[in-house]
């Protein structure tokens, strides 16, 4: 199975960016910082801050496959297709999508714990919508097991305390013209 992940969409996060300076001076970051032990401040605090920044990335290895078709289960009834008189277990039925656009909205969380001295939370907003055009989902004994893929258009931005830190607006994505759902994913 093929992954398009939230992450190849935004592409990595540049650690030399004034995001991530405006970022590290708000509250949560200095209580965090405030609260290693004095002499160690500056020393220590680099490898907590580049942990953070490395993290930010595995927060955005959601698979973009697996949002479209939440939305798809969600919007059109592809219940029907469940049922082997529509759709026998040995025939493949193809149901294309009209074009449509698919918001989705995610909110990862980093729990940073130092020492047992302080445990913070850092949430993230990432919000990513999609414009698809000519998608069509390949159907078999009730399972999704290929989607057909079409043109696809996107933004999307990633934040952390109201400061963004990637933002993305795409003309054209280029996605593979077929992606393979291997055992498939129910319809219902």
Request: glycine letters at 8%.
């Amino acid at each position: 199975m093929q992954t398009i992940t939230l992450g190849g969409f935004f592409g990595h996060l540049n650690r030399n960016t004034s995001p991530l300076d405006k970022l590290q001076k708000k509250e949560a970051f200095e209580e965090l910082r405030k609260n290693l032990p004095a002499k160690e401040q500056a020393l220590r605090w680099k490898p907590v801050w580049n942990s953070i920044i490395d993290h930010v990335g595995k927060l955005l290895d959601i698979d973009m496959a697996e949002i479209m078709l939440r939305a798809w289960k969600n919007y059109f009834d592809l219940s029907k297709y469940a049922d082997p008189e529509t759709c026998p277990p040995d025939t493949t039925c193809l149901e294309p999508l009209l074009e449509h656009t698919i918001t989705s909205r995610h909110k990862p969380e980093i729990v940073v714990d130092i020492d047992r001295i302080i445990s913070k939370t850092i949430p993230f907003d990432v919000t990513v919508q999609l414009k698809l055009k000519g998608f069509t989902l390949e159907i078999t004994g009730g399972k999704i097991v290929k989607i057909h893929t079409g043109e696809c258009s996107g933004k999307g931005s990633v934040k952390c305390f109201d400061v963004t830190l990637l933002e993305k607006e795409l003309g054209a994505i280029t996605l593979p013209g077929t992606i393979e759902l291997g055992d498939g994913i129910p319809v219902a």
